[in-house]
């Protein structure tokens, strides 16, 4: 594992966290999405709320491989997924 993001949740009476992923195998990067409970990750699918999206955003400035591989590259500052400025924002 390269990197990972964690996203606590709730639901009700129910915490649980999804976990954001950066894996390398054979030269090639891939994104894990999985939940958790107690601690422990359990596949299935992850369903995220609109607040956890901008969580989800918020983390990835914090994790700029997983942001770059997401296409979220430079979240928090401004610029756009597939852009390149010349030296400033």
Same mark, same amino acid.
């Given at each position: 594992m390269v990197d990972e993001l964690t996203i606590p949740q709730r639901a009700?009476?129910?915490r649980f966290a999804s976990v954001v992923q950066?894996?390398?195998?054979?030269?090639e990067r891939l994104i894990?999405?999985?939940y958790s409970t107690t601690g422990v990750s359990r596949r299935g699918p992850v369903t995220?709320?609109?607040r956890d999206v901008e969580r989800l955003r918020a983390g $990835? !400035?914090?994790?700029?491989? $997983? !942001?770059?591989v997401l296409g979220f590259a430079g979240v928090g500052v401004g610029s756009r997924p597939g852009t390149t400025t010349g030296g400033g924002a």
């Open positions: 009700g009476d129910k950066l894996l390398e195998a054979g030269g894990r999405f999985s995220l709320r609109q $990835l !400035a914090k994790h700029p491989e $997983l !942001a770059e």
